[in-house]
Structure formats: structure tokens, C-alpha cells
């Protein structure tokens, strides 16, 4: 498998990328110990970082109160999106005095600075993929602000397991969208890193003090994940043509509705948006939802056009790989696994796709 | 890589025999099954793509029947397919289902509740020497470390009147239970430690509503939870909302639930969701003697009304 091709990008360019980009870097090293002293110096400075760390029996990203809290070796159970798209996040509030009523936005320029640490590049590459339908007819300032105010420092892979399938989506365990500034595994502990953008540079030469400048050992092997490779322009042909088709039913009449696929992926990002209080007093709120709800598509009239669940498990799929791809050029999957880890029901989309690759 | 199980050296506590023994068991009533017309399908479980996954299937065919199996990624309770609310993924007409005893008890309850007939039912019990655990690596053998906490306590691993018992149950050995010993944990906790402990939890809760939907008892048309005019539960991911949507679930599964913990199996956020299903069973136990069990009944304890009942708490 060619590990690094970029078949989702030869469908067409991606939209305008928000940074300028600066490749002639010198590439430095940082030790392990460094990276967490990084992390110490950044929080010192009172700049938010959020990063993987273990909460019980899992991974969540999470603001890092020190670099020790860093954790590197497993994959975080949600996605990165929410440093930009929380699951609920209040968007306006309301309140009546007499007869009149205020309504008040909330203060945007509030939002702190933050470095978002240790996202692999199936996490690192999906915010700027969400770029497009977040600044495409309207500007969402709460998605925006938050990308302007972050840099992201993405990492290497070198472990994949069975569900993993980025390569098969046309990135790469090393690929560098969407990192500002990228780390590289290297033997003994400590990490190439190379800055990628304006914002990485800064990072780095602000922090200048804890790299080095040649590297001090080989590289680790990068992951290699197991899936098939898959052909993006043949799958989005099938899907063209088969709005309509058994497979639907045959491969997903089993699901069982819930939100858990939408909700741990990096690049769902359908929301809903609820007033939530009383009519003297309230706000309303944007949450995260799913198209996999029965709800999700119910009119007031009750009538439901995705009124099977196959229906909605379909939408899904044509989302991710004919709507977003029609209208943004890109494919709105990184292949992080986590969908295929979470079914209840088993549901493999890895499988899906090597499905309609293979017979459509 | 997710799984958090520790790779182990932990002995399996079956044989590869078994499992072939019984999944040759499924695929041979299956077949005569569909072959006889006797059933409009059979409710089983097929291999995933990755080694050692399983998921449901509804097998039609007795051709398709031969891709039934049993192992220990056969997770899911498939009577969840039995209810109203997942009626449009099975065909009309008598079905037959896969049973683990586990989820005989949910028969027994939607039996009870008149979701589902007896008579249009075949049901093909499994002699079942447990399942995976959430996080399991399914890698690697069922052993100690691998199986579910509710197999290590289990009482139904050979279903009572079944149509059909698939295999025969191995010798097990006994394992030390982990749920009962972590709901004693929490039961000596004071009432503000174990309020930061379920705050905690709940604070990770991202409403998929995994737990709702995969729940076979869960088949209300209209979920209170999903109401907007006016909301009854707040549905935004905030602490308050994610608080009454797990004391609402608690609450209305009391005297019903069958403990299969597939609520807590699917979560994705890992909270222990069959530790507040255990206590409320542990409630219905001591305060009206009752308990799911495997024969059906009409009504539970909260959901029937007598003349008698105490009412000294209604002040």
C-alpha cells in the first residue's frame, strides 16, 4: 500500500487553507521531558492546553494541568472536534424584565488562547476539513474563533489497530493536515518536530530553549494499518447511482439508531439547536446530533422522509462520501476507527466501503 | 489502539470445540428452520470483518444460515429485535432468536409486558460459557480478564424452556465477582462521596443515547427524554440534563430490567450504567420481593396498583 497518497485531495482541491504555510522550517528535536516542561512552560504562561489524557478506563482530550498528564499511547475515545465543536455550548441568552426583553450573545473574545496537543493525524486533519461547512454560506464565529485562537500540535502515529483505516481515506499515520506544528516519534523517547505554519513557528521559537537542532536518533516505524485500499472516485460513482439500492437494508437495517458513531467522529458535525429555560429566562443552546436519531429528520407534520433506519445509516455514508465531497471536494471521514470501535451492533463502515469498492 | 485490556497470559476457560460445537448446533436448526418454512427468519449472530468480532444478522435463507456463529463476541441481547421499536430490520411472521440466558430473562420480561407471543417465537438457547467484556481485545480468548463482569456472576448459563439448546455447557471454573463487590464499594460510600462519584461519571455522558436504543425495554414510541413541547429533560449535554436522563432511565427501568447490561456494554463514555440497574433491582428485592426472572409477568411492582399498597411515604 502506498502509505502517505492523497487520493481524497486528487478529487479536487481542498477550499483555501486559513494559514500560510511555511515548509523551509529547519526541522529541531524535543526529549520527551521536554515536551511535558513545554506543556508546564505553556500552562505557566496561562495558555490553555488540552491534550489526551486518562480519565478512568479511558482517553479524553482534556486541559492538561501539567505535560505529565499527557497521554500518548492510546487513542482518545472522542475526537478533537470538540476543542472547536463542543457537544453543547450556549449560543445566545434571553431574559424579560416587564416588558421588555434582552437577549444577550456571548462574548466570543473571551475564548482563550489554546495548544492543542498530541492529535494524531486522523484528529489533526479533521478541523480543517469542518473549515469548509463552517465558513461556506455563514460565518460560524463559535467554530471560527476557536480555530483562530488554537494551534494544533499533531503527532505521528505508530500504533494502529484493526479498526484504523486512514490510509484507506487518503491520509496517512504521518500525515501532516491540519498540524501546525507536527511531532515525529523518535527511538529512545523525544520527537522530531517540524513547524508547519506561522502559528507552529511561533510555538516553536517562543519555546525555542527546549529543542534541539539536529536529530538525535532514527525514527520509530510509523503505524500500518490493515485496511483495504479503496478507490474514493469509484465508491462516490456507486453512491451516484444507488440512492436506492438493497445494500442499504442489507448492511445497516440492524442500527440501532443511536448517536454513538456521529458523536465520537471527528468530522460529523450536524447540531441542534434547542432553547432551553423558562420564557422569562433562558438560553439557547447548540448541541451535537446525530442523523442515525429517528428524530433527526421528523417534520412537525410527522411525516419522516428517512423513515427507516437503513435510510439514516445510508445518509450517513452518502455524507461522508458523495454530499460533502460534491459540494467542499473532500471526503468528510479520516478514518480514525472510532465509529467502527463504538457500534453496539458491529456495523463496520471500514467494511462498508471495501464492500461498495469491491461489488458496486 | 483502544483496547485498554492488559494482553495476558490468563488461561482460556474453554476450548475451541465448544464454540464449533455449538455454532454447528445454530447452523443446523437454522437451516431446518428456513428449510421447513418454519420460521420467516432466524435472529443469529455473523462473523464481523475483524478477527474475533461478531454482530447481529437476520438470516433469511437457509444458505445464509451457514454463516451463523456463536463465540464470545456474540454480545448483543437480540431480543432488542423482538420489540416495536426495531420492528422495520425483521420480517413478519414467526421468528426464531439466538438466546444467551441473560437474555431469555428480556424474553421473559417483553413476554410479560405483551410486546411479543410465545407462539410466534422459536427460541434457540444458548449453553453459554460467557462473553467478552466492553473493552476486551477479542484477540485474544474469552479467560478471566476478558470476560464480562456479568458472566462472572452469572446463574442462567443453560436456558430453561427453550425450543432448541445449542451445545453443551463445558466445565466452568469459578470466578470471583467484580460488579457485587464494586456496588459494595459504592454502598459504603457517604451519600456525598458517592454523589461526586455518579457527577463524575454523568459528566462524561454525551447523550448518544447508545444506552436507550440498544435497551430491549426501551420501546416507547414517544421517549419522554426526546420531548421538546415542553422539554421534560433538558437534552443538552450538561450536567443537569445528563443527571435526569440517567435517573429517568433508572427510574422507568425498576422492576423491569433483565440485566443484561448492554447499556452499559455499548457506552461509549464506559460508565458503569449496570451498577445503578443492579441497585434498583436490589431495591425491588427487599422492598416487594420481586425480581426479573425467566418466567413472564404481567406486572412489576411499579407497575401495578392495589388497594393495599404503602402509602406512608406520600406526605
Known amino acids: 500500500m502506498t502509505v502517505g497518497a492523497r487520493r481524497c485531495l486528487a478529487l479536487g482541491d481542498p477550499p483555501g487553507r486559513p494559514y500560510r504555510r511555511d515548509n523551509n522550517l529547519m526541522p529541531r528535536t524535543i526529549t520527551a521531558q521536554n515536551l511535558q516542561a513545554l506543556i508546564d512552560a505553556l500552562v505557566g504562561a496561562g495558555i490553555r492546553v488540552v491534550g489526551p489524557k486518562r480519565v478512568d478506563t479511558l482517553c479524553l482530550y482534556a486541559p492538561l494541568a501539567n505535560g505529565e498528564e499527557l497521554e500518548l499511547n492510546e487513542q482518545p475515545r472522542r475526537s478533537a472536534k470538540e476543542a472547536f465543536f463542543p457537544p453543547c455550548e450556549e449560543i445566545l441568552s434571553f431574559e424579560r424584565q416587564g416588558a421588555n426583553t434582552s437577549v444577550r450573545d456571548p462574548d466570543l473574545s473571551r475564548l482563550p488562547a489554546t495548544v492543542l496537543i498530541g492529535l494524531r493525524p486522523c484528529d489533526a486533519a479533521a478541523p480543517e476539513i469542518l473549515d469548509a461547512v463552517f465558513s461556506w454560506d455563514y460565518q460560524d464565529d463559535f467554530f471560527l474563533e476557536r480555530r483562530r485562537k488554537t494551534t494544533i500540535v499533531g503527532i505521528a502515529c505508530t500504533r494502529a489497530d484493526d479498526a484504523c483505516f486512514c490510509t484507506a481515506v487518503g491520509l496517512a499515520p504521518d500525515c501532516r493536515d491540519g498540524s501546525d506544528l507536527f511531532l515525529i516519534p523518535l527511538e529512545g523517547g523525544g520527537y522530531a518536530a517540524e513547524a508547519l505554519t506561522d502559528k507552529g513557528a511561533a510555538l516553536l521559537e517562543r519555546h525555542a530553549e527546549l529543542f534541539t537542532q539536529a536529530e538525535s536518533a532514527p525514527r520509530l516505524p510509523l503505524a500500518e494499518p490493515r485496511a483495504a485500499e479503496l478507490d474514493l472516485t469509484k465508491i462516490k460513482a456507486w453512491l451516484d447511482g444507488h440512492f436506492e439500492s438493497p445494500f442499504w437494508r442489507e448492511i445497516a437495517a440492524h442500527c440501532i439508531g443511536c448517536g454513538a458513531c456521529a458523536f465520537l467522529c471527528p468530522a460529523c458535525h450536524c447540531f441542534d439547536i434547542v432553547d432551553e429555560g423558562s420564557e422569562a429566562k433562558g438560553c439557547r443552546r447548540k448541541s451535537w446530533d446525530a442523523c442515525g436519531f429517528g428524530k433527526f429528520t421528523l417534520h412537525a407534520s410527522a411525516h419522516n422522509p428517512r423513515d427507516a433506519q437503513a435510510n439514516r445509516y445510508r445518509n450517513r455514508i452518502m455524507h461522508k462520501f458523495k454530499y460533502y465531497h460534491d459540494k467542499f471536494g473532500r471526503t468528510l471521514c479520516t478514518g480514525c476507527g472510532r465509529c467502527i470501535r463504538a457500534c453496539p451492533v458491529g456495523i463496520d463502515l471500514a467494511a462498508v466501503l471495501e464492500d461498495i469498492n469491491n461489488n458496486g | ?315
Open chain 2, 1 to 315: 489502539m483502544n483496547q485498554t485490556a492488559q494482553k495476558t497470559e490468563s488461561a482460556p476457560l474453554v476450548d475451541e470445540t465448544y464454540y464449533a460445537a455449538v455454532t454447528e448446533a445454530i447452523r443446523a436448526e437454522a437451516a431446518r428452520l428456513l428449510k421447513e418454512g418454519a420460521v420467516a427468519a432466524v435472529i443469529g449472530y455473523v462473523p464481523g470483518r475483524r478477527p474475533g468480532t461478531a454482530l447481529p444478522a437476520v438470516v433469511t435463507t437457509p444458505e445464509r444460515a451457514a454463516e451463523l456463529i456463536f463465540s464470545p463476541a456474540c454480545r448483543n441481547n437480540l431480543s432488542l429485535y423482538l420489540t416495536k421499536a426495531k420492528q422495520d430490520a425483521v420480517p413478519k411472521g414467526k421468528l426464531a432468536i439466538v438466546v444467551k440466558g441473560c437474555d431469555l430473562r428480556a424474553l421473559a420480561g417483553l413476554l410479560g409486558e405483551s410486546q411479543i407471543k410465545r407462539e410466534n417465537l422459536h427460541i434457540i438457547g444458548i449453553a453459554c460459557a460467557g462473553v467478552f467484556a466492553a473493552n476486551a481485545d477479542q484477540g485474544l480468548p474469552l479467560n478471566e480478564t476478558t470476560i464480562a463482569k456479568k458472566c462472572r456472576e452469572c446463574t442462567v448459563r443453560l436456558p430453561a424452556e427453550v425450543d432448541f439448546t445449542a451445545g453443551a455447557l463445558p466445565k466452568l471454573p469459578r470466578l470471583t465477582p467484580v460488579e457485587a463487590e464494586e456496588l459494595a464499594r459504592l454502598e459504603a460510600l457517604t451519600p456525598a462521596e458517592r454523589w461526586a462519584f455518579w457527577k463524575e461519571q454523568f459528566s462524561r455522558c454525551i447523550r448518544c443515547l447508545a444506552c436507550r436504543q440498544v435497551c430491549p425495554f426501551c420501546f416507547c414510541a414517544q421517549c419522554l427524554c426526546d420531548r421538546n413541547r415542553p422539554q421534560a429533560v433538558e437534552n443538552s449535554v450538561r450536567p443537569a440534563g445528563n443527571l435526569s436522563w440517567h435517573i429517568v432511565r433508572a427510574m422507568h427501568l425498576a422492576g423491569r430490567c433483565a440485566g443484561c447490561a448492554e447499556c452499559e456494554r455499548v457506552c461509549p463514555m464506559d460508565i458503569p450504567l449496570n451498577l445503578l440497574n443492579r441497585k434498583m433491582a436490589e431495591e425491588l428485592k427487599e422492598r416487594f420481593d420481586y425480581e426479573a426472572s425467566l418466567s413472564p409477568r404481567e406486572k412489576g411492582p411499579l407497575t401495578s396498583y392495589q388497594e393495599d399498597d404503602d402509602e406512608s411515604f406520600i406526605k
